[in-house]
Structure formats: structure tokens, C-alpha cells
């Protein structure tokens, strides 16, 4: 079922709970789940989970060497400490990515890619740039939601920090 058929279905049957912030998270949530099933098929291509490509690609927007503290993850993964040590091992295993030397505390320790992980998220982002592509919208649609999201991300992260 599309979307604006969803809202139409509640706007004749239960009006009342269709305001704009329910039409909102609702249109959100059918955004985010859309392309799931494509970003799935071209993962499991490349033999990732969705984790591991979060963290690859977290390490490749990192400048050169790309490179990052294990602390630095977390937040921006949403995983915990035991969560990402058994991430980077399962990838670092595979060779993906390395744990250069450090004296001390592991949390001290960045973590990197190797030059194949660098190939290897550069070579899935391209597969999934490509399927975006051929879809319906063109860069100016895309350029007009990624400003309208950043926009509410801005306020909302606001909101959340007083």
C-alpha cells in the first residue's frame, strides 16, 4: 500500500489522530524502511552486516589514515563497547581493518581501515548510489530532503541538548 493511501485510510477513519508530526513519523518510518530491502540484497552481496557496513563507512568518512578511537564510535554507532570490540575482531579477522600499536589502554588503540576495507566500502557505497539513482528521484529531490531533514535534525538535536 502507498503512502498517501495510508493517509487517506486514516484521514477517513480515524481523522482525528492525522496531524501534521503523525503524518511526519509515519512518512519518516515508511522512508527509512524503503530501501531496505535493496540495501539488504547488496550487503549481503559483499557478505556485510548492517553493523559492519555502519562501522566500515564511519571509518572511511574519518580523514586519512581513517582512522578513530574506539570511543569515538560508540556514540556515533549506537553500539556499546562489547558490541563494537566483537565487530571490529569479526572485521579485522577478515581484513578489513587493522588495530595499529599502542602501549596501554585498548580504548587508546584506534582502529582503521585496511586499504580492502577502504575498496570494500567504496565499492558497496558505489552499488548503493547506483540503485538510489535508479529510482525515481533526481539530485534536486535529493538535495531538497537532505536540506529539509537537516533542518529537522538541527532542531531536534537542539531540542534534545537543553
Known sequence: MRSDEILEEIRKNWP??????TAATLLAHRLLRHPIATREEVLR?????????ALLFALRCAPPPHEVLPTTLYPR??????????????????GLLRRPDASGDRRVRPVGLTSTG?????????????DVATQSLNDADF????????????KLERASAD
Open 16 to 21: 482525528e489522530v492525522l496531524t501534521h508530526r
Open 45 to 53: 552481496r559483499h557478505d556485510l552486516a548492517q553493523a559492519e557496513f
Open 77 to 94: 554507532l549506537l553500539i556499546s563497547s562489547g558490541g563494537l570490540t566483537k565487530l571490529v575482531k569479526r572485521l579485522a579477522d577478515r
Open 118 to 130: 577502504r575498496d570494500l566500502i567504496e565499492t558497496v557505497v558505489g552499488d548503493l548510489r547506483e
Open 143 to 154: 538535495a531538497e530532503v537532505e536540506r529539509a531533514l537537516s533542518d529537522l535534525m538541527r
